[in-house]
């Protein structure tokens, strides 16, 4: 009777919990509807939902169905679809990096030792250059700091050897690059950037779990399929890197020894503003055949027209990537499709249910704002659809009001908190206080800044531009699992399932929590899309220089 009793009590403070967080957008959300969306689409039938690939396409189509099916109009003059032109390159033999001194050669193994890719967009690609090693790869004036001392010619043409994330603060300057907060500097995308802007014939990032955030086998499966970049056409200058690589640390260390340096020594003399690059006098060989398509695959697009005659001509633009990584290496159980179901069929599924839910508001609550559904392609490949849709917008930028991105989902239940990257960036964070507020619910602040997730999905091309951004994060105290429980579960995830075959959908997912963080972004997106004034960056954040004048 006892335990019958305890069971009833903890029954009811649960009850009581659910009836406190639960707000009243809640009841547009349909727990079946999300469950079937996700399993369907991280369903094997989808291949993984690869771009330029027939589950692919099969994904962007159902979700233009979809968005058809509950009265979402086509985004972009008649249509759901914004065309993106990819090239997809992939290795077609087990090349090998040959790397040589006066004296000896060296030979290492590509997925055991390194991978590598290309941006040459075509078939075949020799590499032969000189290695210098430039530390972290940074120059940010903003921080005193520039890793590219010297003239330029030290770098056009050589393979930069750099470091992944950004240099440690010190005693003396404990928020320098952040502080233990991850910078755009420190994430890989930008040092390639750099270091194409500088002429480089290529690069050569180090690998740690620490300072990548994540293992090896992620580098591995994620550059050991098909890549793709947004097609380069005729006359286009941009400058691009013909080798663009990941090295393990045992392989830089060895790399390093052959050039009579000390890896763990040069690292601590690349955490100084004092450093200097370093010419390994080490040349680089790498000889390869790839396997080249081009493709035309889809942002998917539609609208809801804002019932304000004056800022229906402003936006709302909601974000979630329909891609994933395809079929590829096949894990120990031999399974070869990369499915996505947490990334990112629960974005996915929880955009489709905001979309569905305006359109059964009373018309008195309909929003102000137009809201636009973006559902990009590539992102896995380095935010390309968003990159794409920035640099071509359908709906003006300078009139779109915020951007609200969800990558990933919570299947494991309530919770009493809720998080959303960004909010502190922007006076959007005075909108999600008080959704939070009426719930009687908590913020969550980011847990792990050290992994730069500001910077690694499909807001951040909208961030650069200006457009204030959150990206929804599901919180970590959850009702019924002790302390820590979420870390727990975001470990196991990291190391486990993050970029692998076993990111799958689970019959032991529940879904309550995610119909509670909807209805808290649902009450968030609302309120910016009613209120007088479109939101802004803070004076002082990073992307506020970006912003266009704003009335």
Known sequence: MRNLVSILVVFALASSLSAQTMGKYAGY?????????????????????????????LAAKYIAHRLEMSGIKPGNNGSYFQPVSLVGIRSIRKAILRVSNENATFEYNIGRDFVATTSAQRENVRIDNELVFVGYGIDAREQKWNDYKGRARDYRGKILVMLVNDPPPTSKDPKRFGGKALTYYGRWTYKYEEAARRGAAGVMLIHTRESAGYGWNVVETSNGNWRYEVERRAGDRAPFLRLKSWVTNQTAKRIFAQAGQNLDELREKASSKKFKPVNLKLRAKFNNKYEIKKVRSNNVVGIWEGRDSVRKNEYMLYTAHWDHLGIGKANKDGDKIYNGALDNASGIGQVLAIAEAFTNLPKKQQPKRSQVFLFTTAEEQGLLGAEFYAQNPIYPLEKTAANINMDGGNFYGMTRDYGALGAERSNLGKFVEKALKKREMSFSPDKRPEQGYFFRSDHFPFAKKGVPALSIRSGGDYVGKPAGWSDQFFADYN????????????DDWVFEGMVQVLDVTMDIALQASNTKKLPKYNKKDEFAKAQPNRR
């Open 29 to 57: 959300f349909n727990k079946a509807n999300l469950e079937n969306t996700i399993k369907f689409l991280s369903d094997d039938g989808f291949e993984g939902r690869g771009p330029g690939t027939r589950g692919g396409e």
């Open 495 to 506: 190391r486990n399932h993050y970029h692998q075959p076993s990111d799958e959908f689970r």
